[in-house]
């Protein structure tokens, strides 16, 4: 079972504000990374780090964390934000990659 | 612009080996981890491992002792060997670069995935 929990699914209304969260003991030491995948596609890196974006992901999206929970929000949901969206961190113990379950965006 | 191209043989039986190849264009294998990280069918990621260009591997512990993470450096390649094969691995399999988090030793992140490879065992 993943060290990192996720919601399994959120909505958000068109245009609206919405955070996806990403809880786990590790978050307290390491920053999570967030991927958005759509169906049929690879993972592409949303958020690195702090609070990077590579180059090409629109400024609405950002995170933070804050103790063991870490947050990927999403500033105006745009329809083509729909997607599933993953965090990454690194393991406090042996394995030095973890992955959240997941959570499935859907936007109204 | 990184480019990963991969390919391996789709579709195996059980106990068999898992072979898959990736192709790095547009940049070179020097100065980064090269991951190989699978998706069963609707579920979510596991990290498999991962190479820099000298040769140096992590691997996931609970796949150790069955994968192999080899580099080619004169192709601009690494690959992927999964040995005894069982339902249980039947996923898409992605080829990523790894890029280290600048002032979080330790710390990575995926930023170029290759295009997926659907690897399914079947008897």
């Known amino acids: 079972s993943s060290e990192l929990t996720q919601d399994p699914a959120v909505s958000v209304a068109l245009g609206q504000t919405v955070r996806i969260t990403c809880q786990g003991d590790s978050l307290r030491s390491y920053y999570a990374n967030w991927y958005q995948q759509k169906p049929g596609q690879a993972p592409v890196l949303v958020i690195y780090g702090k609070n990077n974006r590579p180059s090409g992901i629109p400024d609405r999206f950002s995170g933070s964390s804050s103790g063991n929970t870490a947050s990927l929000t999403i500033t105006g949901a745009q329809a083509e934000d729909e997607a599933d969206y993953f965090c990454?961190?690194?393991?406090?113990?042996?394995?030095?990659?973890?992955f959240g379950g997941g959570t499935k965006l859907t936007v109204l | 612009q990184v480019q990963l191209q991969q390919w391996g043989a789709g579709l195996l039986k059980p106990s068999e080996t898992l072979s898959l190849t990736c192709a790095v264009y547009g940049g070179s294998l020097s100065g980064y981890y090269w991951s190989w990280i699978r998706q069963p069918p609707g579920k979510g990621l596991e990290w498999i491992g991962e190479i820099n260009h000298s040769g140096s591997t992590n691997y996931n512990p609970s796949l150790k002792g069955r994968v192999t993470i080899s580099v080619d450096t004169s192709k601009n390649q690494f690959s992927l060997k999964l040995s005894s094969v069982t339902a249980a691995d039947t996923a898409v399999y992605y080829c990523?670069?790894?890029?280290?988090?600048?002032?979080?030793?330790?710390?990575?992140?995926?930023?170029?995935w290759g295009q997926g490879t659907l690897v399914t065992v079947s008897s």
């Open positions: 990523v670069r790894t890029r280290r988090i600048v002032g979080a030793p330790r710390q990575n992140y995926f930023d170029y």
């Open positions: 990454h961190s690194r393991d406090s113990s042996s394995n030095p990659v973890v």
